[in-house]
């Protein structure tokens, strides 16, 4: 899932932005509704977290643009105020949900999860392949029955090409679905964390290289 964290105050912008990593998202943090429109205008993201008082472009007017452009990215709402009628107000706008500030990460990771559900097509709860099963919700992976230890990197990974067994997906849609901003489209992330993904899933081999620069899971 790629998020994007719109937060003025820098402290808590990173650190949402960390936790959101720690849980396995794509996360890129602005501190301003510039940045963030510049940033929109560029990537595809699955939620935005925003928050609502930002210095520059005010996060009404992002929210306002962002439901007139009929995209599919969904809006997390963050707020000072909490009262009912705040709360209307940034649903009105066209915010998907709102959260008063403070509030608990658990519920803030919660949301995002739930937003991310509605951003993209209906999945079946348990991603299949062959003898692979991965639970997006509770994070486990498993072949042949043998729990998968994987990084947060390899996990969304596999769970990408699971979406689409059979499909060849794009190192380039990798890493803008797997990684952040951070990444150098350049590098070779992509190659490394594959490599890493199929000894974990051991043998027979089940991840495809194809030729044009994607890759594909089937059946061994």
């Known amino acids: ?43 595809r993201y699955d939620v935005v977290v925003l928050d609502r008082d930002l210095p520059g ?46 509030f608990a990460f658990a519920e803030l990771v919660a949301r995002v999860r739930a937003l991310g559900r509605r951003a993209t097509p209906p999945l079946p709860p348990t991603l299949t392949c062959g003898d692979i099963a991965l639970d997006p919700a509770r994070r486990t992976a498993f072949r042949g029955g043998r729990r998968l230890d994987l990084s947060p990197r390899e996990f969304a990974l596999l769970e990408c090409l699971l979406a689409v067994p059979g499909l060849v997906v794009s190192a380039e849609e990798l890493l803008e679905r797997v990684w952040d901003e951070a990444a150098d489209p350049f590098s070779s992330a992509v190659k490394h964390t594959v490599h890493r993904l199929r000894a974990k899933l051991g043998d027979p081999p089940v991840i495809e290289t194809v030729r044009e620069g994607g890759y594909r899971i089937g059946p061994s």
């Open 1 to 43: 899932m790629r998020v994007l964290v719109v937060e003025d105050f820098e402290v808590l912008a990173r650190s949402v932005g960390t936790g959101l990593r720690r849980e396995g998202m794509a996360v890129d943090v602005v501190l301003d509704g510039t940045a963030a429109l510049d940033r929109l205008a560029v990537t």
């Open 57 to 102: 472009v005010h996060g009404d007017e992002i929210c306002r643009r962002l439901a007139h452009s009929r995209c599919e990215t969904r809006v997390l709402m963050l707020t000072a105020s909490g009262t009912i009628e705040d709360r209307v107000d940034g649903l009105s706008l066209g915010a998907d949900d709102y959260l008063p500030k403070p």
